[in-house]
């Protein structure tokens, strides 16, 4: 049972032009979402957060939007840079901060 | 400091044999999670730590998995006769409310130690 759903294994996205990751959700209990992007042989890298009582978060080129509603959030990197080429994961909490829950991820290509 | 670190980055074992790998949180951090990520897979959460207290473990443990956090500080993470199955990339992550580095929400990740099994 996959709660939290990258549906797309791939993008690839010209350099300077803005990628969006997206991510949805099936387990209403999660309140918290996250981020990660990884290279190959590293771990994950946090990226950037989301409580559920936000809708927007920001972090210079990064952005989530959540919609709960919808259970779907979405990851916005404007400008996309070569270097944003990597893996990104969508992972949840149900708020007690115990364990993530990870979506497959989706490879991301910037090209130039 | 640094962040999470973990030894062995790989491993090479045969079937049936004992293998320990060793996690260091970041020093601030109290909490302390073990993850298992195959292949085209995201990380599956394994157990997890508060100081040396074992708080919650999944079902992918099986009892021939086991890990410890003795003093609260590293932990270990032990597969004893081990399966082509357990094949994978082990990933430490550490988590704390206090310090520089975000709250228990945010898990911070290690290198991982790559395991494979003949």
């Known amino acids: 049972d996959q709660q939290v759903k990258q549906n797309s294994p791939s993008l690839s996205v010209q350099e300077g032009r803005i990628s969006i990751l997206n991510c949805d959700y099936t387990n209403s209990m999660f309140d918290y979402f996250l981020w990660y992007k990884k290279y190959p042989a590293e771990g994950p890298t946090f990226l950037i957060s989301?409580?559920?009582?936000?809708d927007k978060n920001e972090d210079g080129r990064f952005t989530v939007f959540l919609n709960k509603s919808a259970k779907h959030l979405s990851l916005h990197i404007v400008p996309s840079q070569p270097g944003d080429s990597a893996v990104y994961f969508c992972a949840a909490d149900t708020g007690t901060a115990s364990k993530l829950t990870f979506g497959t991820g989706t490879r991301l290509q910037v090209t130039l | 400091d640094t962040g999470v670190s973990q030894n062995p980055r790989h491993k090479i074992t045969k079937r049936g044999q004992n293998v320990t790998f060793r996690c260091d949180p970041i020093?601030?951090?109290?909490?302390l999670y073990w993850y298992r990520q195959t292949l085209g897979q995201g990380p599956e959460f394994l157990t997890y730590?508060?100081?040396?207290?074992?708080?919650?473990k999944s079902r992918l443990l099986s009892d021939r998995f086991s890990a410890e956090r003795p003093k609260g500080s590293f932990s270990t993470l032990e597969i004893q006769r081990t399966e082509q199955g357990d094949s994978a990339m082990y990933l430490c992550a550490s988590s704390g409310a206090t310090g520089l580095r975000g709250s228990y929400n945010e898990q911070f990740f290690g290198p991982g130690t790559r395991l494979t099994v003949l």
């Open positions: 730590f508060q100081n040396e207290a074992q708080l919650e």
């Open positions: 020093s601030e951090h109290n909490r």
């Open positions: 989301i409580s559920s009582i936000k």
